[in-house]
């Protein structure tokens, strides 16, 4: 157990200074109050979680690498919570349109991204198992 625990710290601290790194160089480099940089990091994070997902079902990979991945690294790389603080001072601000767009397109898009990871894993299995890759 405790080992699992040393997983999944090292994991959140790589995942949460991705987060970090990733999120504050889209912010910076965009303009408005919309935050891009979290939405961008909820994305990757749906794809790299729905391919991941898909990919070791049909390999293995030990539980402890699950969980530096799941719960350290991905867990602490997606910002659901942060997503939910700005979506909730856009609507403190009375950025109403602006908090509606971003519920909307993280939301839809994170669960579109999933499935693309998902299938895009089930795809690179098709091909290993034929030897096309």
């Known amino acids: ?7 999944v710290i090292i994991g959140g601290g790589i995942g949460a200074l991705l987060r970090y790194l990733i999120s504050g ?15 961008v990091v909820n994305l ?12 070791f079902q049909n390999i293995t990979v030990s539980t402890n690498i699950r969980v530096f991945l799941f719960m350290g690294l991905l867990g602490a790389f997606t910002t ?7 979506t909730l001072n856009l609507i403190r601000d009375r950025e109403n349109i602006q908090a509606l767009i971003n519920i ?3 939301n ?10 998902s299938a895009t894993a089930k795809l690179l299995i098709k091909f290993l198992d034929r030897g096309k890759l």
């Open 25 to 39: 160089l889209i912010q910076k480099n965009t303009s408005g109050i919309f935050p891009y940089g979290t939405l």
């Open 108 to 117: 839809i898009s994170c669960l579109i991204l999933v499935f693309l990871g």
């Open 44 to 55: 990757l994070g749906a794809l790299i979680i729905g391919f991941l997902w898909e990919l």
């Open 80 to 86: 659901f919570s942060t997503f939910s603080l700005e």
């Open 104 to 106: 909307i397109v993280s």
């Open 1 to 7: 157990m405790v080992l699992k625990l040393l997983y």
